[in-house]
């Protein structure tokens, strides 16, 4: 039996999405269906129960299902913290509804110009990022700016760093995950990402890069412990085992808090990370609670990056900059590096 209770409920309430990101494939499924604003409720609270302190509504582009608030306004009602990845299309047309609701916002942006993070994402959708950035700020936000880097972008990151530093918002990097032809990140390319480790508001868990540099997950000696520390709820109200990318095994859901002490789920769990789809894994969004799991030199890697965090998104004096972020765009990708 795990000695900790799971960190993060991981909540896909749709998989539907209006961009085409080319490191996802969610937008090709076809599925339709939207998580009911009353089973979730129940699960939320369940979760809680649980232990779980953090619920991730994600999809798909969460923004598309109508009852979002709804369901953020639940999970502060038993206590838990909200976070949220949008593409930001959506958002300024939702943005007063969603405002107090979230405790991490994230738009995401792979560029620091139109042309390069409209091609990756599959449509036009930079104006709307700039434009968020400002109603966010506008609201009493303070979002985050999330780059997934690759080789194909890696040059966009000493922009989107200076960016981030104008505007006193947290840039966090994350490496891409191996998918739709992209190849893991050389050694040669970890390496320039963490010289900017020590910039201003710019978040790189170098853990994930110890990963990444020993060829990420190995099931002979797995470090995942995604299911320790991710519950994974489908929107057809599903718990999925051992997470949504790579799932061997789904129950549906009656009780969450039953079912997270079955045999079933115990049995799972002490595989996680030892399945042959496992191979290789650096999934972030499972390691970055996983690395909390075990002491030691991913445990101390990732802390060190959280410290970060929190002085810059919390602790600095200075508060978020009010300047439009099409004029901090404009003027540092217009200036000679």
């Not at 049995?267 to 969004?285: D, I, K, T």
């Amino acid at each position: 039996m795990a000695l900790l209770r799971p960190l993060l409920l991981q909540y896909y309430i749709t998989e539907q999405c209006n961009c085409r990101c080319r490191v996802c494939d969610i937008w090709r499924k076809g599925r339709t269906d939207n998580a009911a604003l009353a089973v979730v409720v129940r699960r939320l609270n369940e979760a809680r129960r649980l232990g779980v302190r953090f619920v991730d509504f994600t999809g798909g582009e969460p923004l598309l299902h109508p009852q979002l608030p709804a369901m953020l306004r639940a999970a502060q009602a038993c206590g838990l913290k909200t976070t949220l990845t949008t593409n930001a299309l959506l958002y300024p047309l939702r943005c007063k509804e969603l405002a107090g609701l979230v405790h991490f916002l994230h738009f995401s942006l792979d560029g620091a110009d139109a042309e390069v993070h409209n091609r990756l994402r599959g449509a036009q959708v930079f104006d709307s990022v700039l434009h968020s950035l400002d109603l966010a700020r506008s609201c009493g936000e303070r979002p985050d700016i999330t780059f997934t880097v690759g080789r194909h972008n890696l040059n966009q990151l000493p922009l989107l760093s200076r960016i981030a530093g104008e505007l006193r918002l947290i840039l966090i990097v994350n490496p891409v995950f191996r998918h739709q032809g992209y190849q893991p990140l050389s050694e040669q390319e970890l390496s320039y990402i963490e010289g900017f480790v020590t910039r201003p508001y710019v978040y790189i868990n170098t853990a994930l890069h110890r990963l990444l540099r020993q060829g990420g997950n190995q099931i002979a000696l797995p470090r995942c412990r995604a299911m320790d520390s991710v519950l994974v709820i489908s929107p057809d109200n599903r718990l999925l085992a051992p997470c949504y990318h790579f799932v061997q095994e789904a129950q549906q859901i009656t009780d969450l808090e039953d079912l997270y002490h079955s045999n079933w789920f115990r049995a799972l769990r002490e595989r996680q990370g030892a399945f042959p789809a496992c191979a290789g894994c650096s999934l972030n969004c499972y390691f970055d609670p996983s690395f909390h799991y075990q002491l030691d030199r991913f445990f101390f890697d990732s802390l060190a990056a959280k410290f970060r965090y929190v002085r810059y998104k919390y602790l600095s004096p200075l508060a978020a900059s009010s300047k439009p972020a099409a004029t901090v765009f404009h003027q540092i990708t217009n200036e000679k590096c």
